[in-house]
């Protein structure tokens, strides 16, 4: 099997098949197959909300590579006369540096600098992105979602309810009859803003966002609540997930917030973070939504880290960004590129890995194959053994 994984590594330098699940299930027997929101997807790498999300253009180019989803860029909530209580979120902002960053521990990441915010262009033109988003996971191609940022209110501030309604509503119609999927952002930037210096107030927005969502409107919507890293420590973090219950499915964590420079950033620090703090879920026992991990996956070693944690599927961004000579691949477009090394990496591993937890014991062939989903579901005596105690630090 090695043998076979680097030569594949190396032929797929120069071309990654579209069908590579296929490819996987019949060289490997290994199943890739993953979820994402309630959706069955061929495998777990989809593409987190961003920059890299705004445009058809991106969304073909993301679906002939054989990603398995994506979310679209953050629009901001507004009411039918077009008030935005969040308007200082849809700002205007287009450099972004893509930047290697060491962490606390001491290992070098990459990181994207940008002042930006949300979707700054009309509130028509994403529809019509929703649109083709709806008739792309229709026609079962690839799944792609809206993503959100409504009005959040001070305590003791009522929520606006008309946003909410009239920013779902016309979500739901671009849709059209199926229920609607949606990723609800708390973003960084919220988390340094003045808004989210309250514990209190964040758990209401966890506990109520849910609920204002779904009576805004008739019809069903399957809601992603993705959570942001709150400037408190990782027993806070603990408290948001226990009360964002009413979500169906949790983003865990988008990046984190340097207050110095008033910038998010990610890398390493990220994805200790995120990872120590799904540790710590496990430990103590709590129940959640299913869970989808976001945060520095640079490899498949750290999908299935996020999968041994609970982690359906994973949400990138940073990786599909980072300069073209970093990658293995010789040719294809950057999601072309960034799948072969997730996928196909000897050493940095997600089929070797796989293949690793087998050998050690801790995961079992059915019916002569290795399930991906089967590292979510059965991942915990694994993931104590890779991962240690709660108190050692994740290496
Ligand atoms: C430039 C940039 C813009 C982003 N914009 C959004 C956004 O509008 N909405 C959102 O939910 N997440 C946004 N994100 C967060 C990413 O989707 C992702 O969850 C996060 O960066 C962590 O993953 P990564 O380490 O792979 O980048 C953005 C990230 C970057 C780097």
């Not at 929101?37 to 890299?52: A, D, E, M, R, W």
């Not at 590579?65 to 979120?89: C, H, N, P, R, Y």
């Not at 930006?116 to 979602?145: C, N």
């Not at 999968?307 to 960004?321: D, K, N």
Request: overall charge negative.
């Amino acid at each position: 099997m090695p043998g076979q994984l680097e030569r594949d590594f190396e032929r797929f330098k120069r071309e990654l098949p579209r069908d590579f699940p296929a490819y996987v299930r019949d060289a490997y027997r290994i199943d890739l197959s993953a979820r994402y929101l309630g959706y069955s997807i061929p495998h777990p790498v989809g593409k987190g909300s961003g920059q890299l999300s705004l445009n058809q253009d991106q969304l073909e180019t993301d679906l002939s590579a054989g990603l398995a989803f994506v979310v679209l860029k953050t629009v901001i909530a507004e009411d039918s006369a077009g008030q935005q209580a969040m308007a200082a979120w849809a700002i205007h902002e287009t450099r972004m540096r893509v930047e290697r960053r060491e962490s606390l521990a001491g290992r070098e990441g990459w990181t994207v600098t940008w002042k930006g915010r949300g979707w700054d262009r009309s509130f028509e033109e994403y529809l019509k992105l929703v649109r083709a988003a709806a008739e792309l996971t229709r026609a079962g191609a690839m799944v792609v979602v809206p993503s959100v940022k409504y009005h959040l209110p001070h305590l003791g501030e009522e929520f606006r309810e008309s946003e909410y309604h009239y920013t779902t509503k016309l979500l739901g119609e671009a849709w059209g009859e199926e229920p609607l999927p949606l990723e609800k952002d708390f973003s960084p930037t919220l988390a340094g803003d003045e808004l989210a210096d309250e514990q209190e107030q964040i758990l209401r927005w966890l506990r109520e966002v849910p609920d204002q969502i779904r009576r805004s409107v008739a019809r069903p919507v399957r809601l992603a609540l993705k959570l942001m890293n709150a400037r408190f420590d990782d027993e806070f973090q603990l408290e948001m997930l226990r009360a964002a219950g009413g979500a169906d499915t949790l983003i865990v964590f988008n990046r984190l917030w340097d207050s110095t420079k008033r910038v998010a950033y990610g890398g390493f620090d990220l994805s200790d973070r995120n990872l120590r703090v799904l540790r710590a879920v496990r430990e103590a026992g709590i129940r959640c939504p299913a869970l989808v991990g976001t945060g520095n996956v640079c490899s498949g070693r750290l999908i299935l880290d996020y999968a041994l944690l609970g982690c359906e599927s994973v949400e990138l961004h940073t990786y599909f960004q980072i300069p073209l000579s970093e990658y293995s691949a010789e040719q294809g477009s950057r999601t072309q590129r960034a799948l072969h090394s997730l996928i196909f990496h000897p050493s940095e591993v997600l089929i070797a890995g796989m293949l690793g937890l087998e050998s050690e014991g801790l995961l079992e062939r059915v019916d002569g194959e290795l399930r991906f989903l089967d590292v979510v579901n059965t991942g915990a005596a694994a993931a104590l053994k890779r991962f240690g105690t709660p108190q050692t630090p994740y290496s």
